[in-house]
Antibody
């Protein structure tokens, strides 16, 4: 069964740090781009970051640049999100997602086709 | 950055109704547009990718169309399990989600 399981969420004070993990199973993890997406309480979805199969390319939403770092360990089938300098507005459910690709012109078509159940991050004093 | 808008923000419909949701991009994104369904407390589910391609396992009552800046998600005959929030998402340049459209029971 294809599965993603997030962990590492919790309560952290403003300015603090947290590291989220996402364990993948049931597919060849090293063959896929991966993403983190978050959802603040009662709000919509916000894409956070993407990482290429070999970790050589990483992209972030402007609001987390310089504070969050996405990484992966293909030997462990794991995706990570290191979150530093956390703010109240980072409070959200964080989902990891697998990114499927299909040939397109001029770029590949990318979509998030497998999602984890989410892990909750609360930034509060 | 590419901004996404959706209309309406919410709608009420009955089982069996034909439902149409519109998504607009702030610049041309060709067909780099996906649609997701999310139910309360659950992770999103991919419905449509590349504007009009149905994701495996998704019922054929869901369809997508459009190109450039204007896109549409259509549910041909609304079923009880379709009451949810729907998001569009562009993948032309990084990723951006639309604000969502909540479909509830009339």
């Amino acid at each position: 069964e294809v599965q993603l399981v997030e962990s590492g969420g919790g309560l952290v004070q403003p300015g603090g740090s947290l590291r989220l993990s996402c364990a993948a199973s049931g597919f060849t993890f090293s063959s896929y781009w991966m993403s983190w997406v978050r959802q603040a309480p009662g709000k919509g979805l916000e894409w956070v970051a993407n990482i290429k199969q070999d970790g050589s390319e990483k992209y972030y939403v402007d609001s987390v640049k310089g504070r969050f770092t996405i990484s992966r360990d293909n030997a462990k089938n794991s995706l990570y999100l290191q979150m530093n300098s956390l703010r109240a507005e980072d409070t959200a459910v964080y989902y990891c997602a697998r990114v499927r690709s299909a040939a397109g012109t001029p770029y590949y078509y990318y979509a998030m086709d497998v999602w984890g159940q989410g892990t909750t991050v609360t930034v509060s004093s | 950055d590419i901004q996404m808008t959706q209309s309406p923000s919410s709608l009420s419909a009955s089982v069996g109704d034909r439902v149409t949701i519109t998504c607009r991009a702030s610049q041309s994104i060709s067909s780099y547009l996906n649609w997701y369904q999310q139910k309360p407390g659950k992770a999103p589910k991919l419905l449509i990718y590349a504007a009009s391609s149905l994701q495996s396992g998704v019922p054929s009552r869901f369809s997508g169309s459009g190109s450039g800046t204007d896109f549409t998600l259509t549910i041909s005959s609304l079923q009880p399990e379709d009451f949810a929030t729907y998001y569009c998402q562009q993948s032309y340049r990084a990723f951006t989600f639309g604000p969502g459209t909540k479909v509830d029971i009339k």
